[in-house]
């Protein structure tokens, strides 16, 4: 079963606002990963947060993680209409496989 | 540094036959996964390599199988071919084993199409 659970599936917002997306999962974990997959391609690594941290930067991306509710959250700021992608939280599963969610789908439009 | 290389890009086959997927990872990464993505079950883990030796495999039948070279390149083959094999098979590679604060590379995918 997924571990890592995404919301929303879905989010179209406008060029220039913030998008905020959100992770759930079920167990304990060393790190909670992001990446981001533009349509039919490869995903690409974003950010990677360690269970001992709270919030990491990366340009305008924002992660948290509050690990007592088992979230973590995305926050993509000024959004381009190039940030358009599926974008997924991945964590590791029985310390040996890297389990993702189903992903939530982002539209930004111009 | 070279990114990771999947070939090929694009395969039709048909219900039956059976297919070789191909990966190169980053070099000097040693550990190589593959994924399936369907849209119904989303990315799935098949299997990943370490070094040449399996170290886990997803749930899925026997009819997929892999392997990886003395050089890290890795091939999965499938056989006898279902129509819900039909996917986008990733690869991804790593210079360490899943499991420690590593990120994962992922190449650019398998499209096969079964008909």
């Known amino acids: 079963s997924q571990q890592g659970e995404e919301d929303p599936q879905a989010l179209s917002i406008q060029e220039g606002e913030n998008a905020t997306m959100n992770c759930s999962y079920k167990t304990s974990i060393n790190n909670l990963q992001w990446y981001r997959q533009n349509s039919g391609r490869g995903l690409v690594h974003l950010i990677l947060i360690r269970s001992n941290e709270r919030e990491k930067h990366s340009g305008r991306l924002r992660v948290t993680l509050d690990t007592s509710k088992k979230s973590s959250s995305l926050l993509i700021t000024a959004s381009r209409a190039a940030d358009t992608a599926s974008y997924f939280c991945a964590i590791i599963q029985g310390a040996q496989k890297l389990v993702f969610g189903q992903g939530t789908r982002l539209t930004i439009n111009p | 540094k070279a990114g990771v290389t999947q070939t090929p890009r694009y395969l039709i086959k048909t219900r039956g036959q059976q297919v070789t997927l191909s990966c190169s990872p980053i070099?000097?990464?040693?550990?190589v996964s593959w994924y399936q993505q369907t849209p119904g079950q989303g990315l799935q883990f098949l299997f990943e390599?370490?070094?040449?030796?399996?170290?886990n495999k997803g749930n899925f039948p026997g009819r997929f199988s892999g392997r990886q070279f003395s050089n890290s390149r890795s091939e999965m083959n499938v056989s006898t071919l279902e129509l819900g094999d039909s996917a986008l098979y990733l690869c991804?590679?790593?210079?360490?084993?899943?499991?420690?604060?590593?990120?994962?590379?992922f190449g650019p995918g398998t499209r096969l199409t079964v008909l």
């Open positions: 390599y370490f070094s040449e030796t399996q170290r």
């Open positions: 991804a590679s790593s210079s360490q084993p899943t499991g420690g604060n590593n990120e994962q590379f």
């Open positions: 070099s000097g990464h040693r550990s």
